[in-house]
């Protein structure tokens, strides 16, 4: 697909020439014909055409397209890779440990690439120093107000969500999820809690704060165990990994 339109870069905030990002990013899958033919593999069944479609966005300009796949794009196709050899391993609720050979940076830094490449024009004036955490390859920490988290997924339905306020009616509280991609192997969310007092209801959820990626050089290898829970996504909702029963047994109990 190479349809190009006029808008704000998410990264870069020129207006130009946009082309759409692929997410997971183009620059990886040609990097990488086997991991694009291994992705394919697994979403298969879930109509590969619809799914790029879905999972894209006119959003990013050439040259942050170009930067960004080179500097972050194999680091993300390696941590995919091994996630994909772990996901058909994992029960449910597994709670065990993995070994993960990354360059956690480069990765976490893709990761935030394609969340505000997810989202909307409207919210670039609000992701001034993640948009510069990303566009310096070097930078460490992630600004203070944001939260990446992850988790594994292997469900068919992809989650692409930017934006939006989740009300959890069973404890009262809201969060600001800034975007959620779930594309198996894994699921992101990244939540900011700028414009809220109470924490995100992500880690109530389970899912797994990667954030501490941030804290290692551009470019190192590293091993680092993770405790990612695997999640169902069958709806479009942020934070919500319901199993099909749940939502049956909640649609009857709503019905009644
Ligand atoms: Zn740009």
Redesign the pocket.
Same mark, same amino acid.
């Given at each position: 697909m190479t349809k190009r339109t006029k808008g704000i +870069?998410r990264? *870069?905030g020129?207006l130009?020439t946009l082309s759409f990002e692929h997410i997971p990013p183009k620059s990886a899958f040609n990097d990488q014909p086997l991991v694009f033919q291994t992705l394919q593999d697994r979403i298969q069944g879930r109509s590969h055409t619809k799914f790029r479609i879905a999972l894209g966005n006119h959003s990013? +300009?050439e040259? *942050?397209n170009n930067l960004t796949g080179a500097w972050y794009g194999a680091a993300y196709v390696s941590w995919a890779r091994q996630g994909f050899e772990w996901l058909d391993y994992l029960g449910e609720n597994s709670s065990i440990q993995i070994p993960f050979r990354i360059m956690p940076l480069n990765v976490l830094k893709q990761i935030i690439v394609m969340t505000l490449a997810m989202s909307g024009e409207g919210t670039i004036p609000y992701h001034t120093e993640l948009r510069r955490f990303v566009l310096n390859r070097e930078q460490k920490y992630l600004p203070p107000h944001y939260n990446v988290y992850s988790y594994f997924t292997a469900t068919s339905k992809p989650r692409f969500e930017s934006g939006m306020v989740v009300f959890d009616a069973r404890n009262g509280s809201m969060n600001h999820i800034d975007a959620e991609l779930a594309f198996p192997p894994f699921g992101y969310c990244l939540t900011s809690t700028r414009r809220q007092k109470r924490r995100s209801n992500a880690i109530e959820k389970g899912l797994y704060d990667i954030g501490w990626f941030s804290h290692f050089n551009y470019n190192l290898w590293t091993t680092v165990y993770l405790k990612m829970p695997k999640l169902q996504t069958h709806t479009p909702f942020p934070l919500d990994y319901r199993t099909p029963e749940q939502i049956a047994v909640e649609a009857l109990n709503s019905g009644e």
């Open positions: +870069c990264l *870069c020129e130009t990013l +300009c040259r *942050c």
